[in-house]
């Protein structure tokens, strides 16, 4: 009895086993599957994005070009400015220094009229 008892157990875990395997085997076919319809959505989408990408860089590209220009166009102008201020200093330096000069000088000579009558 002991014999038909462990042939009954043999029996009963070899069912359990294939049941088990096909399960498996079941829930392995079904991953593999959504794997496969995964890669096949990721390549449309990159497909997708790299259609879209192109025209979206070529515009960033243009944009980046006008705005390069724009910040030159600037820079020289502010040089422009800088140089024409700097022409207008020394300009206002020359008139001041002449200025103070001939008012010095006619502070000196009335001072010298009022220093010579006392």
């Known amino acids: 009895m002991s014999i038909e008892i462990s042939e009954a ?3 009963y875990s070899l069912v359990s086993l294939a049941v088990m395997g096909v399960i498996t085997l079941g829930f392995l076919a ?3 599957y959504d794997c496969s319809k995964l890669a096949q959505n990721a390549n449309k989408t990159t497909e997708i994005v790299n259609s879209e990408l192109k025209p979206t860089l070529d515009e960033l590209n243009q944009a980046l070009k006008s705005f390069n220009s724009i910040v030159k166009n600037t820079g020289d102008g502010v040089d422009s400015v800088k140089l024409g201020l700097t022409n207008i200093v020394a300009k206002t330096k020359l008139f001041s220094g002449n200025l103070i000069n001939g008012f010095l000088k006619g502070f000196l ?3 010298g009229l009022f220093g010579k009558k006392k």
Request: aromatic share 22%; hydrophobic share 65%; glycine share 0%.
């Open 30 to 32: 079904k991953l593999f």
């Open 9 to 11: 157990v043999l029996n």
């Open 109 to 111: 000579a009335v001072y």
